[in-house]
């Protein structure tokens, strides 16, 4: 079964524009992690975020979790076509801090 | 350094047969997992591996699945009298150990059961 769940399923923007995906997830979590994917093949790891912590950047990404509400964004600024992927967010499950489970994954196309 | 390979990249086969798909890890990496993606679906774990053990193979979907990992390194996914249903891609990550840190994923095999 899948935990997390990408909002919205796809998202079309100009380059330039940023991005914003959103994961909502079930049970309780040790950390949360967010995966790029090209053409339905290898996982790329973005940015892995602990339960403890509210906010991580890394270059053009900004990824914030909220634990009270289940939720995470996942924000991408002055997007490229070379963002075009779909996008996972992964939690673990809370007695389980090995096992990930995806989403359905955002679709992000970005236009030249 | 090198990351995450295996193979084949695509593999075709008939109702029935029987398929191993290899994975190398990341050398050095202890853990080592197994997933499953159909089409249209985010990647669905199958099993875990610490060392040489399977420490977790709930996901396997039925006994027709086996995997191994003789010598703690290599792991070949092991799928017998294959199902149409059996068709998706299937993906290798390796960690430095289990839990905690993230897991770098392979390309995949796709594997196509007619």
């Known amino acids: 079964s899948q935990q997390g769940e990408e909002d919205p399923q796809a998202l079309s923007i100009q380059e330039g524009e940023n991005a914003t995906m959103n994961c909502s997830y079930k049970?309780?979590?040790?950390?949360l992690q967010w995966y790029r994917q090209n053409s339905g093949r290898g996982l790329v790891h973005l940015i892995l975020?602990?339960?403890?912590?509210r906010e991580k950047h890394s270059g053009r990404l900004r990824v914030t979790l909220d634990t009270s509400k289940k939720s995470s964004s996942l924000l991408i600024t002055a997007s490229r076509a070379a963002d075009t992927a779909s996008y996972f967010c992964?939690?673990?499950?809370?007695?389980?801090?090995?096992?990930?489970?995806f989403g359905k994954g955002t679709l992000l196309t970005v236009n030249p | 350094g090198a990351g995450v390979s295996q193979t084949p990249s695509n593999k075709v086969t008939e109702k029935g047969k029987y398929v191993e798909l290899r994975c190398d890890p990341i050398?050095?990496?202890?853990?080592l997992y197994w997933y499953r993606q159909s089409l249209g679906q985010g990647p669905e774990f199958l099993i875990y591996?610490?060392?040489?053990?399977?420490?977790?193979d709930s996901g396997l979907p039925n006994d027709r699945f086996f995997a191994v990992r003789p010598e703690g390194s290599v792991s070949t996914l092991k799928i017998q009298r294959t199902e149409r249903g059996d068709s998706a891609v299937y993906l290798c990550?390796?960690?430095?150990?289990?839990?905690?840190?993230?897991?770098?994923f392979g390309p995949g095999t796709r594997l196509t059961v007619l």
């Open positions: 990550a390796s960690s430095l150990a289990g839990g905690f840190y993230e897991q770098f």
């Open positions: 049970t309780s979590i040790n950390n």
């Open positions: 975020i602990r339960s403890n912590e």
């Open positions: 992964a939690t673990d499950s809370g007695g389980s801090n090995y096992k990930l489970t």
């Open positions: 050398s050095g990496h202890t853990a």
């Open positions: 591996f610490q060392g040489t053990g399977a420490a977790d």
